[in-house]
């Protein structure tokens, strides 16, 4: 079975512009997360989403915005660059949300 | 405040032998607590869970403790191997919430 997938891999942005990272979950996951990691650092909670609806949402401002389709894949948008939003995008999925999470390899986002 | 420690903050060892990590945390009411594996590059992959009635738990040469009175954990490494080399972080939730609190991580690098 296919584990957690994420694209793009690499991505390259300027300030203000948007960026989509897209995540697939493990088949039958129901659950999926995004996280922060910058460089050094440990991984920052973004969002949680449970059958499309939102769970949990970490300590970051509103051009941070997400959803999840209804066959649970996931999208994390966010608005207006800056370049501090540089950093490794993860996603995780898992049944609920409470069990063990399998992460995807991430998607590494440039803000230039 | 939520928050999880993780000391050292790098280690380096010889391949063959041992190391133990450490994770102090201030989370409440704690819910588990969990220590993945980040390669670089590369998603986290977990380890071990423990809930609050554990006190250990081991996978393979992994092994790690938990003290739910004074809030801390560990991670032992029993014989090292190079392709422990890696980044091991300590990952703390609440009961009542689905956001997960990450430590920054003991960077690990096993010498041969």
């Known amino acids: 079975d296919a584990g957690v997938t994420q694209s793009p891999t690499h991505l390259i942005k300027t300030r203000g512009q948007q960026v989509t990272l897209r995540c697939s979950p493990i088949s039958g996951h129901k659950s999926v997360s995004w996280y922060q990691q910058v460089l050094g650092q440990g991984p920052q909670f973004i969002f949680q989403y449970y059958e499309k609806e939102e769970r949990g949402r970490g300590n970051f401002p509103d051009r941070f915005s997400a959803r999840q389709f209804p066959n649970y894949s996931s999208e994390l948008n966010v608005n207006a660059l800056l370049l501090g939003d540089s950093a490794l995008y993860l996603c995780?999925?898992?049944?609920?949300?409470?069990?063990?999470?399998?992460f995807g390899p991430g998607t590494r986002l440039l803000v230039l | 405040k939520n928050q999880v420690e993780q000391s050292p903050q790098s280690l380096i060892i010889l391949e063959g032998k041992n190391c133990t990590l450490q994770?102090?945390?201030?989370?409440?009411?704690?819910?588990?607590l969990r220590w993945y594996k980040q390669d670089t590059g590369r998603g986290p992959v977990s380890l071990t869970i423990m809930t609050f009635s554990e006190n250990t738990k081991s996978n393979g040469r992994y092994t790690a403790t938990l003290d739910a009175d004074t809030k801390q954990s560990s991670l032992h490494i029993t014989a090292s191997q190079l392709s422990d080399s890696a980044s091991y972080i300590c990952v703390v939730s609440a009961v009542g919430t689905y956001k997960y609190i990450f430590g920054t991580g003991t960077r690990l690098k096993v010498l041969a």
């Open positions: 995780a999925s898992s049944l609920q949300g409470r069990e063990t999470q399998y």
């Open positions: 994770c102090n945390y201030t989370v409440s009411p704690f819910s588990n």
